[in-house]
């Protein structure tokens, strides 16, 4: 059985970081794109980010892609010894302040499919 | 950047058939997939690559993609259905998401 599980989230002040994580188990972790998608309060699903698995070839595998709103403050990374995944925010804004889901990709490798499994979700509350 | 637009909102009588508009500038040449998000759970894949269903879902679920729109269709619609509903698609390596219908089963 597939599962996402998300922590790390919490109340942080503007300006401040916060590290995600997403502990994965039930499928092959490496070799699937994983993917962050957030929901503010009351608001629609907005992707975040993604990381590509390792079946979408040397030159592929591990690349990542960022929503406009997040590119140079988010960064994606995966531990695929502990099949884990990570999302660390820098700069936070209250725009920032949602829901953040961790979800896989329904195909191995690369980036563009849908997401298939999703976690419970982690709020993050960006506020002074 | 792209845009994927929704209805805001729709509506359907137990039994009868629902539609769901999804429309992006030729989104036909892309894979679109639906989700169903109830209040205060995590979205569910309903629909993958158009047309496609997930194992557990439903066969009262169906999509389709062509031109400039695709559409999730839910035949003989039940109180369980009612829910957001969001496509969404890829666009240039980023994922873009509709802003969501609601859907009311009167």
């Known amino acids: 059985e597939v599962q996402l599980l998300e922590s790390g989230g919490g109340l942080v002040q503007p300006g401040g970081s916060l590290r995600l994580s997403c502990a994965a188990s039930g499928f092959t972790f490496s070799s699937y794109a994983m993917n962050w998608v957030r929901q503010a309060p009351g608001k629609g699903l907005e992707w975040v980010s993604a990381i590509s698995g390792s079946a979408a070839g040397i030159y592929n595998a591990g690349s990542t892609y960022y929503a406009d709103s997040v590119k140079g403050r988010f960064a994606f990374a995966r531990d695929s010894t502990k099949n884990t995944m990570y999302l660390q925010m820098n700069s936070l804004r209250a725009e920032d302040t949602a829901v953040y889901y961790c979800?896989?990709?329904?195909?191995?490798?690369?980036?563009?499919?849908?997401?298939?499994?999703w976690g419970q979700g982690t709020l993050v509350t960006v506020s002074s | 950047s792209y845009e994927l637009t929704q209805p805001p909102s729709v509506s359907a009588s137990p039994g009868q058939t629902a539609s769901i508009t999804c429309s992006g500038d030729?989104?036909?040449?892309?894979?679109a997939s639906w989700y169903q998000q109830k209040p205060g759970q995590s979205p569910v894949m309903v629909i993958y690559q158009d047309s496609k269903r997930p194992s557990g879902i439903p066969e009262r679920f169906s999509g389709s993609n062509s031109g400039n729109t695709a559409t999730l269709t839910i035949s003989g619609t039940q109180a369980m259905d009612e829910a957001d509903y969001y496509c969404?698609?890829?666009?240039?390596?980023?994922?873009?998401f509709g802003g969501g219908t609601k859907l009311t089963v009167l």
């Open positions: 969404q698609a890829w666009d240039s390596s980023t994922a873009v």
């Open positions: 979800a896989k990709g329904e195909s191995v490798g690369a980036v563009g499919t849908g997401f298939d499994y």
């Open positions: 030729k989104l036909g040449d892309k894979y």
